[in-house]
């Protein structure tokens, strides 16, 4: 349902009523935390060939993507959000209106990781980049890459990952 304000308008002595639209534009800055976005399965395979097991929320869209992890409140430790790039390219992202610390995992054209942001600083307007291009960029629960040993190099597979390489030119 979207929110309407109703503004009132006097003309030759009518008062007349227009609906106005007082949702937050789809280029407009974030205000609130975002619906949960469609899952998709992620698993990481260390070199000992441990596997950890993900389900998290895939950002489609331009506006998923400005958005992310933006005002929630907590990621759970099985999940995440992956954000899949059109094209190779450096992936630049910032903790602006993030509540919760995320470690922040980038993955190379091999679907390896190619480097790891751990408790990126909530509500930091520092860039977090990945120092290169990436097919894809990985938030978790911050402080979950030490604890299950993830580190660069770890293999990252989801159909995220499949489908896109599928569209690609």
Known sequence: MTPVRI???????????APVITQAQETGEPTQAQAE????ALT????DNV???????????PREQQVGEMYRKSVPADGGMIFVWSYPRPSEMWMQHTLVPLDIVFIGMDNRISSIVENAVPLSLAHISSQGPVRATLELQGGLTEKLGI?????VETPALTDAKKVSP
């Open 7 to 17: 503004v009132g308008a006097c003309l030759s002595g009518l008062l007349l009523f």
């Open 37 to 40: 976005l469609p899952k998709v």
């Open 44 to 47: 990481i395979t260390g070199h």
């Open 51 to 61: 596997r950890h097991v993900f389900s998290v929320e895939k950002a489609s869209t």
């Open 151 to 155: 580190v660069v190099g770890d293999k």
